[in-house]
Structures are given as structure tokens and as C-alpha cells.
């Protein structure tokens, strides 16, 4: 079957840990992208990228990391510097085409103790 | 009713015909779009309308878009209690990157 798939799904770290998580796509989609949901709010963009070895930042990039290395992979790096890392993350997928159709994951719940 | 603050807006209705607005800001933004999300999952693309149109149809919803005053709705038909959820309108506010809106819970009661 084709989609996105986060993990893990569940995550815990002390603080100061670097967390990587991961996502990959299977769509062809050329356009990943990453958000953070806290409870009660809405999404707020990370990082996207359009293309591979190309991204760009969101509106809360600082603190975060990508790489898009592989058309289908698009991990997210949550640095010890992100001082409230503690949320719901998302990830998604579009053609690229400009139409703001995005597919979800998931997601992956990551809590810093 | 509706409730602000901290919290997600909420509408509470009845079983029938029901709508859900959003107010946007940014006037060059290329589509609009709405989306649902159950809870724990991510959001499930419902329905989009590019900015020259002023309504589209879909199954059982319709978006309207009024540009004079930057307000997107859904309007959703014979709305049942598995229509429950958090219902968020996004834009396209420049070639793929794709913002979010506050969104707004909707419950609806038998």
C-alpha cells in the first residue's frame, strides 16, 4: 500500500538528547514536510522541502534539523537546543504541484523528561 | 457554542446540515483547503478551492470562499456524529508550503 510512514510512534528522551525521527514516502511525492501539533493547537511548520537535497524552513525551524537526501526520506533532527521539544509530530507528502493536497502519517509523540 | 482562548474553538451542534468558517489573512494565497483529524491520527484532506472560484463541491461538502472579506467555509451536509472532529482550513501562502489555521472541534450530538 502507498503512504507515509512516521516512527516511531511513541518516543521518550531526557532532556538534552538529540532525537531523530523518521519518515518515509512511498508516493513518488517530490514535496515532504514536517509540523508540530502541542494538545488543543493547531499545525505549525517545521521544515519542507520541495525537492531532493533541497529544504527550506517553516515557521519554528529553530531547534530543528532535516535532510533530504532520498526523494522518499525526509527525517527530522530535534536538537538539545529546541527548548519545549515536547509534542505531537507530523509529517507529510504532496506532488509538489502547488494545490496544498497533503498526505499524512501518522505521526510520532515525542516526550522529553 | 463556540468557545476561545487556549483551547480549539468548539461548535457542538445537532445531527443536520452544519457549517464551519475560518477567516484568512494572506490574500495571495493560491488554494485553500480543509482538512479533518480524528483524534490521535493526522489530518485527512476533505476538500480544496483554488482563489479565482467561489465554490466547490464535493461528497456531502461544499466550500465556499469569499474573497471581499478572507473567509473560507465548509459547509457539510446531513452532518452525523462520525463527523466529529477537528476540522482545520490551511492555504497555500507560496508554491507548496501549505499553513495551517487554528482549527475548530466540532461535535455533533444525536
Known amino acids: 500500500d502507498g503512504g507515509i510512514t512516521q516512527s516511531p510512534k511513541y518516543l521518550f528522551r531526557k532532556e538534552g538528547q538529540n532525537v531523530t525521527l523518521s519518515c518515509e514516502q512511498n508516493?513518488?511525492?517530490?514535496?515532504m514536510y514536517w509540523y508540530r501539533q502541542d494538545p488543543g493547537q493547531g499545525l505549525r511548520l517545521i521544515y519542507y522541502?520541495?525537492?531532493?537535497?533541497?529544504?527550506q524552513k517553516g515557521d519554528i525551524a529553530e531547534g530543528y534539523s532535516v535532510s533530504r537526501e532520498k526523494k522518499e526520506s525526509f527525517p527530522l533532527t530535534v536538537t538539545s537546543a529546541q527548548k519545549n521539544p515536547t509534542a505531537f509530530y507530523l509529517c507529510?507528502?504532496?506532488?509538489?504541484?502547488?494545490?496544498?493536497?497533503?498526505?499524512f502519517g501518522e505521526g510520532s509523540r515525542l516526550t522529553v523528561l | 457554542g463556540e468557545s476561545v482562548g487556549l483551547h480549539l474553538p468548539t461548535l457542538s451542534v445537532q445531527e443536520g446540515d452544519n457549517s464551519i468558517n475560518c477567516a484568512y489573512s494572506?490574500?495571495?494565497?493560491?488554494?485553500f483547503i480543509w482538512y479533518k483529524q480524528e483524534s490521535g491520527k493526522g489530518p485527512q484532506f476533505i476538500i480544496d478551492i483554488r482563489s479565482n472560484m467561489d465554490k466547490r463541491q464535493g461528497q456531502r461538502v461544499t466550500v465556499l470562499l469569499n474573497k471581499t472579506v478572507k473567509h473560507l467555509s465548509l459547509q457539510i451536509a446531513a452532518t452525523q456524529p462520525g463527523d466529529s472532529a477537528v476540522y482545520f482550513c490551511a492555504e497555500t501562502t507560496s508554491y507548496d508550503k501549505v499553513i495551517f489555521g487554528p482549527g475548530t472541534s466540532l461535535s455533533v450530538i444525536p
Open positions: 508516493l513518488n511525492h517530490d514535496a
Open positions: 494572506n490574500s495571495a494565497s493560491d488554494y
Open positions: 522541502s520541495q525537492i531532493v537535497n533541497d529544504f
Open positions: 507529510a507528502s504532496s506532488t509538489g504541484q502547488g494545490s496544498g493536497e497533503l498526505f
